[in-house]
Every structure is written in C-alpha cells, then in structure tokens.
C-alpha cells in the first residue's frame, strides 16, 4: 500500500517493477502479487487499452497468470482490434518473460459477427509490434505452430466464437494437443439461461474441467466474465 501512494502522489509515468510473482514451491494453487500488479495496471496499462473489453478484474487475471505461470508461449484466437495481444505483450515486457505472443483471426472476408473486415482496423493495437499475426481456425493453426516449435508451456487464450459446441471443441483439441498448459477462457459470466446470453463459454469450461477434474478460476459478479485453467 505504501509503494502504490507514494506512486500516486508522485510525478513518476509508471509505477516501478518489483517482482510480482510469488514462489510457486511454496504455493499448492496459482498466486501473483495483486498489489504489485494493480500499480502496473493503473500506472500504464488502462493508459494503453483501457478497460473495455477487458475490466480492472479480468487485467488482473491476465498479468497475474502471466507472473505465476510464465509461459514460454502465448497462442490467442480472436484477435479483432488486437487489444488481448497487446495486453499479453505490454505484460510480458514488464515482468520482463521471453514470452513469443501468436494471435490468430479469421480472414478479412470469414462471415462472422464480430469479424472486422476493414484491414485498417484489424490488429489496430498491435501494429508495428513483435506479435505473431495468423489468419485461419485457431485450433488447425495453433496445431501447426505447436508442431514446428514444441514449446514448453503454452497459455492459451480463447476469445473466438461463442458458442458452446465450440468452446467444447477448442478446449478438447488444446488438451489434445499441448500436455501441458494453461488456458484463459474470455466471456464466461453466467446472466443466466433465461438472458439467452454468455451461456455457451461458461457451459462449456464446467463441463470441461469437471470432465478432466481440473481446478479453475474465475472473475465474478458482472460481465464479460474471465475463467483459467491448466494442467502440468
């Protein structure tokens, strides 16, 4: 608390690093340093992309597992105007990761709702940055970048389609093809099924954790709603 007032009432643009992961040998579940972490997200972060789509809890969630998990690999799908990515590369540089960050979408001219098919816009956060941009499904083109690197650890981010069938799908597939992992499901707030809105998501990570008897975590008490989970 002293180092985030003193940081406030200072001139300072950004709040200065410390670590912000904590000893995973003495900790049975994920943890990060929340304090350490919010400096960052308040000092520069929201400076850069806001809180929209991504609210105060769920930028949390995102550099937390970043510090805990340290992935050698970010694999994203749904990159849009590339805000997910940006987050994932600003916070790897501050917790200074050698993290490689790929971000797939859909083709500029793939029927889909929430398609951008302006190409001035698509990727608009990213641009001119070291991240990876792919075109294609995200599980055929994540299989392919997978097989010609072999990473360590991956973290995947899945944002595409809303759907429960293919949540279902795309969850099934990561643990089909990565032994080890760590997965941030964007978009998994339950309104309830009578909002006819943001069941899929939730749906599909309940049944998928309870079937592999994994532990997850979640952002709560309003939308878009944040879920991890991972198996090492």
Not at 68 to 85: L, N
Not at 154 to 160: I, M, R, S
Not at 215 to 229: D, R, S, V
Request: aromatic share 10%; glycine share 6%.
């Amino acid at each position: 608390m002293h180092r985030l007032l003193s940081w406030c009432f200072s001139k300072k643009k950004s709040p200065p690093v410390y670590s912000a992961d904590l000893n995973p040998t003495t900790r049975s579940l994920p943890e990060a340093n929340k304090w350490i972490l919010s400096e960052y997200i308040l000092g520069k972060l929201i400076g850069i992309v806001g809180v929209h789509p991504y609210p105060l809890d769920e930028l949390l969630l995102m550099c937390s597992t970043l510090a805990y998990f340290k992935p050698d690999m970010v694999i994203e799908w749904g990159t849009h105007y590339g805000k997910s990515a940006r987050i994932f590369y600003e916070a790897t540089t501050y917790l200074n990761l050698k993290t490689v960050i790929h971000t797939i979408d859909l083709p500029p001219t793939a029927e889909h709702c929430e398609n951008i098919h302006n190409d001035s816009q698509r990727g608009l956060f990213i641009r001119n940055l070291p991240v990876i941009r792919h075109l294609g499904d995200g599980l055929t083109v994540a299989r392919k970048i997978i097989a010609e690197v072999n990473p360590k650890l991956v973290l995947f981010f899945v944002d595409g389609d809303h759907s429960f069938a293919s949540i279902r799908d795309e969850l099934n597939g990561i643990k089909c093809m990565a032994p080890r992992a760590v997965v941030l499901v964007h978009d998994t707030f339950l309104q309830g099924s009578e909002s006819g809105y943001n069941c899929g998501p939730y749906s599909a990570i309940k049944e998928f954790t309870a079937q592999h008897q994994l532990e997850y975590q979640a952002t709560i008490l309003g939308l878009p709603g944040m879920c991890l989970t991972y198996w090492l």
